[in-house]
């Protein structure tokens, strides 16, 4: 097993174990920017309860390393759009930002900080917990042949396993009823996806007649279109939506609420003859989402994919791209896990 004293000391056990961002919100709540990405240097340091100057330290001493997992310091345009985007006030030439794995990064670099041995404790309890589940090593195989099998293998343990025992905990559960609920709904999302993931690998291997749902979203005319991403809302919980009248959209195509009272503003292209959404149209939406109407949550759906640029500044501006691919499986039933 993994000690506390080897993680601080060994950047390759680090980074073996960046991806397990969600231990910062087990031990508390870590703020984000209006991206819903990336924190400032002040941020990290009120989260770790450290001084600025601390902090600032220990990126000094382990600068290649952070960059590796997601910090940087913007400056010039990059800087000037995500002012934009996120309403900072600030006169400053740079700004240095952290994603949520360059946290996690400085959680196993800060020694004095007691916050950050919670997150270490806990990181290392659940690299105990993964590392002690016993593995199968199958025979080789054809790799789309074994993915449908894992994929149908652990369909059936959620569906006929783990899923039942959540709902057996949640009946005699009080205090943390909540929580389990939350819990059951994100694995029944997981096993939706698998699912969906195993059609579309049948559909590779010819088992399958071609989807049904990509053919039925090419056929859209985009006035049907807009009305099904809508339909789609209001299966994932959301209350008042509407369709704009197109020429009183402001760039806004569809409104709504989250079951818990967030506000929702889509954009939807239906451009399925097209290979990407350009940046100018991704601008447009960002800023009628974010500067005009100030909304909650910014959806971008399209029947395409989104060109590099557009990505850039959907990342920036904290709007959320349903892409092609994605947009197919929220058709299938998978739930968006944005609107949750």
């Known amino acids: 097993m993994i000690n506390e004293t080897a993680l601080l000391e060994s950047r390759t056990l ?9 231990v910062l919100d087990r031990v508390k709540a870590l703020s984000l920017l209006p991206d819903g990405m990336h924190v400032t ?53 740079s700004l240095a930002l ?7 990064n400085i959680a196993m670099l800060l020694r004095d900080s007691e916050v950050a041995r919670q997150v270490r404790v806990y990181l290392l309890d659940m690299e105990y917990v993964a590392r002690a589940q016993p593995v199968d090593n199958p025979a080789p195989t054809d790799t789309i042949a074994q993915d449908a099998r894992i994929d149908q293998r652990i369909t059936h343990i959620l569906g006929r396993t783990v899923v039942p025992m959540f709902n057996a905990l949640i009946a005699t559960s009080g205090e943390h009823r909540r929580e389990l609920i939350e819990l059951r709904r994100d694995i029944e999302n997981v096993e939706r ?86 940046s100018a149209d991704m601008q447009k939406f960002a800023g009628a989402a974010r500067a005009i109407d100030h909304v909650d949550i910014a959806l971008f759906v ?36 944005e609107l949750q």
């Open 193 to 278: 996806k698998l699912c969906w993931h195993h059609k579309r690998l049948a559909t590779l291997e010819g088992d399958t007649p071609a989807d049904d749902v990509r053919a039925k979203l090419k056929a859209m005319t985009w006035q049907a279109f807009e009305h099904h991403v809508a339909d789609l809302l209001r299966r994932d919980g959301c209350v008042d939506v509407v369709v704009r009248q197109a020429r009183t959209d402001r760039g806004i195509d569809i409104t709504g609420r989250t079951a818990d009272g967030r506000t929702v503003a889509v954009q939807c292209k239906n451009r399925s003859g097209r290979s990407t959404v350009p």
């Open 41 to 93: 240097t002040a941020m990290v340091a009120a989260y770790f309860e450290v001084t600025v100057k601390t902090l600032e330290s220990s990126v000094e001493d382990h600068r290649e390393e952070l960059l590796a997992s997601g910090y940087q310091v913007l400056t010039g345009t990059r800087l000037a759009l995500l002012k934009r985007a996120s309403g900072i006030q600030s006169r400053s030439r």
């Open 98 to 104: 952290y994603s949520r794995r360059a946290v996690l």
């Open 302 to 337: 399209a029947t395409c994919n989104f060109s590099h640029e557009s990505e850039a500044v959907a990342k920036l501006s904290g709007v959320v791209t349903v892409n092609r691919e994605e947009l197919e499986a929220w058709s299938a039933g998978v739930l968006l896990k």
């Open 14 to 22: 680090r980074s073996g174990v960046l991806e397990r961002t969600d």
